[in-house]
Nanobody, 120 residues
Framework: QVQLVESGGGLVQPGGSLTLSCAAS????????MGWYRQAPGKQRELVARRGSGNSTNYGDSVKGRFTISRDNAKNTVVLQMNSLTPEDTAIYYCAADVRSTSYHANSYWGPGTQVTVSS
């Protein structure tokens, strides 16, 4: 099994910054991708940012230019730096990882989520 532990959520004023961190632990052979998704009330879960095992990176259109994802493959961690936050960024943010427990067996895992609230 694999556990994802998120940290760094909270309340921030519009225009402010926040950093989210996620660490994966458990039976890990390798991690194909790690990233962040978010879900606002009444909306579907959407991609925020995702980092592959190489340098491939995908960002949701609404966060491009404001958010930056980084990943430490050796430590199985991923960090999301969020700048210029707006109330529209308010959501529960979920860490996600595609983890291989062996070279041929992979599963997707989700963290419990961390609340980010952008409000004055």
């Amino acid at each position: 099994q694999v556990q994802l532990v998120e940290s760094g959520g909270g309340l921030v004023q519009p225009g402010g910054s926040l950093t989210l961190s996620c660490a994966a632990s458990g039976t890990i052979f390798s991690i194909d991708a790690m990233g962040w998704y978010r879900q606002a009330p009444g909306k579907q879960r959407e991609l925020v940012a995702r980092r592959g095992s190489g340098n491939s990176t995908n960002y949701g259109d609404s966060v491009k230019g404001r958010f930056t994802i980084s990943r430490d493959n050796a430590k199985n961690t991923v960090v999301l730096q969020m700048n210029s936050l707006t109330p529209e960024d308010t959501a529960i943010y979920y860490c996600a990882a595609d983890v291989r427990s062996t070279s041929y067996h992979a599963n997707s895992y989700w963290g419990p989520g961390t609340q980010v609230t952008v409000s004055s």
